[in-house]
């Protein structure tokens, strides 16, 4: 069951009525076995394609965001890569809500955004670039 915590000084509580209600179900000084993630923040992921979306709109070609995103993710090695008939072919990862938490789409986004500073648009200054992304 997938429930929604928030933690407290060194602990975790129940923030949502599932959880609360899960809690009611385990007893005083009962081990519980926890996968924990930080769910995704949508407003980082809009980030996140409209930078993509900027350059798309600013780089010589016809490309679109998502063509963007996934150059960034080779780029940046978030691959999956497969062997076959002796040639090695790779493509971008999933980045949706369920195949990433917060974390990794944090360093996903950093590993992209140095990317950016370093081979896409050298010598830009990622406070002019930040600038930009907010008038787009």
Not at 18 to 40: F, H, I, N, T, W
Not at 62 to 83: D, F, S, W
Request: charge should be negative; include cysteine; aromatic fraction near 12%.
């Amino acid at each position: 069951m997938k429930t929604l915590w928030v933690r407290n000084g060194s602990g975790l509580f129940p923030a949502s009525e599932d959880a609360e209600s899960y809690m009611k179900k385990v007893g005083q000084g009962e081990e519980v076995l926890c996968e924990v993630v930080r769910p995704r923040n949508i407003k980082f992921h809009r980030k996140f394609f409209k930078m993509c979306a900027l350059i798309a709109e600013n780089a010589p070609g016809n490309y679109t965001a998502r063509e963007i995103a996934g150059l960034l993710e080779l780029r940046t090695g978030h691959v999956r890569t497969v062997k076959a008939k002796g040639k090695i072919y790779q493509w971008p990862e999933e980045i949706n809500f369920a195949a990433m938490d917060e974390v990794e789409f944090e360093k996903l986004v950093d590993d992209c955004t140095k990317y950016v500073y370093e081979e896409i648009i050298p010598g830009l200054e990622p406070s002019d670039f930040k600038r930009e992304l907010e008038k787009f």
